[in-house]
């Protein structure tokens, strides 16, 4: 967890009970008490108004609350112009999300911010072309997030078929295709899959760990053919 973020999260937990020792803080934050003594110090140092003392117990002073999120006018459009991109390329389930995620920043920041959100004129049309799926996109997005092994026919560039089963690294999209970045076991190397040329997909349950040279990480390092592999859906080449 980033420190910013900690500090967050420990106003939040102030807020939650009328006194919050050093030690449940530390227990909740997975740190250890130092760290949490030295956050609040700084905290109060900075104009939170929490009182208390280590050994004691800490309390927010009713009342308090942070201060409005602060954008510039270019990272609103930025944000919105990604959203607006989400919710006509994503599937529903992220679309709904990047929706979500707007009205949530909408609701936090200052009238004057909103309005300007509100009339920023940054389109993304859902009139585009995109090849389609035969599968749930969000299924695939879950299996990459919990590192699970997934399955599938495939019909290379050269018409080629076969059966793969891979470990789900990335997705990336080169309108007017998806392309899945994996592990593949059948060749035990990386290989890039265009989506729509995907059937039978399938979940194994299967979950994969953390291993050197089979990351994405390592996939990245390798990424000089990524583009060119990746348009023209050329996984295969041994094949």
Known sequence: MRRADRLFEIIQLLRRKPTVKARELAEALEVSERTIYRDVRDLMASGVPIEGEAGVGYVLRAGYDLPPLMFKEQEIEALVLGAR?????????????????????????????????????????ATHYMEPLTFDLAELRRAIRGQTRVHFRYRDVLEKRSERTVRPLSLAYFGPVWVLAAWCELRDDFRTFRLDRISGFSTTGERFPAERGKSLHDFLKRSQTWTRSALSGNDDRDA
């Not at 994503?90 to 959100?117: C, F, G, H, N, W």
């Open 85 to 125: 991109i989400v919710e006509s390329w994503a599937d529903k389930e992220l679309a709904a999300a990047a929706t979500d995620a707007i009205a949530k920043i909408e609701a936090v920041i200052p009238d004057q911010l909103r309005s300007y959100m509100a009339q920023t004129a940054l389109l993304a049309p």
